[in-house]
């Protein structure tokens, strides 16, 4: 039996990186995954990865837009009669500075990464509640304890999310419905690697700066994921946890 055996959980986001290794490592670990995302080619990937591991469905969901999470959470219903886990890693990222944003720009990082966490977990939450009990990990990122210049709107939406897990894990407890957030370093997704124009996490500039030397796999997130997810984690509600090689310890004098 695995740690999650006989859990239905939905992961946001699981078309690739992260989002990915979470279902992968879900289905593995005996849980029924529902997969959303906006990029159906790649979900379909991952579903092909998770295989005979476990039952997954992916439906096309845009979590910034209610409608879609609405008619996400329905079906999901009708598939599995229920929901145990809910794990909110759908995010975007714009690199800009503050004064070059658009308020579209800014908009659109702030609907997906805090709105859609809003919207899902208002849904999955009156569910939960029937069950007496569930487990929600909402991902945010380094970027809300040390940051860098040129990504403003994700850094303050990463940033709320980690007062936002606070506050809603104080209005869940009374229900047995744990949660809590992750704060992920450098992690080799497309989202990292893509917008370092890097071939490779080892060329990554950021690893002077991680105490561990290294750009981190997604599944060493998807573990720490699985842990909060499952009954190992009965204790652990409101509280956010830094998984990033080290990185944010390191002190390095102004140049």
């Keep these: 039996m695995g740690a999650l055996n006989n859990k239905v959980a939905i992961v946001t986001g699981a078309a690739q990186g992260i989002g990915r290794s979470i279902a992968l490592r879900f289905a593995k670990q005996g849980a029924s ?22 039952p997954a469905h992916f439906i096309k969901c845009d979590v910034s837009v209610a409608a879609d999470v609405d008619s996400a959470l329905e ?32 908009d659109r990082v702030i609907a997906v990464n805090l709105r859609g966490i809003f919207l899902t977990a208002r849904r999955c939450i009156p569910i939960m509640q029937k069950r007496g009990n569930g487990s929600i990990v909402n991902m945010s990122s380094v970027h809300a304890r040390a940051t860098t210049t040129g990504n403003t709107a994700y850094v303050a939406s990463k940033g709320a999310v980690v007062a936002l897990t606070r506050a809603m894990a104080l ?54 994921v699985q842990f909060l997810a499952s009954d190992e984690a009965s204790y652990m509600t409101g509280s956010d946890i830094l998984v990033d090689g080290g990185l944010s310890a390191h002190f390095s004098p102004l140049d």
């Design 33 to 54: 995954v529902i997969l959303l995302d906006v990029n159906a080619e790649r979900s379909a990937e991952t579903i092909s990865l998770i295989g005979t591991d476990g």
């Design 75 to 106: 079906q999901t219903l009708k598939i599995y009669g229920g929901v145990d886990v809910l794990v909110n890693n759908a995010a975007i990222a714009i690199y800009k500075t503050l004064w070059d944003y658009t308020e579209q720009d800014w």
């Design 171 to 224: 209005e869940c407890a009374p229900w047995n419905i744990r949660v809590n957030c992750i704060l992920p370093g450098a992690i080799a997704t497309p989202m990292l690697l893509e917008n370092w124009g890097l071939a490779s996490s080892d060329q990554h500039p950021l690893i002077p700066s991680i105490a561990l030397k290294r750009i981190a796999d997604p599944d060493e997130i998807a573990k720490v």
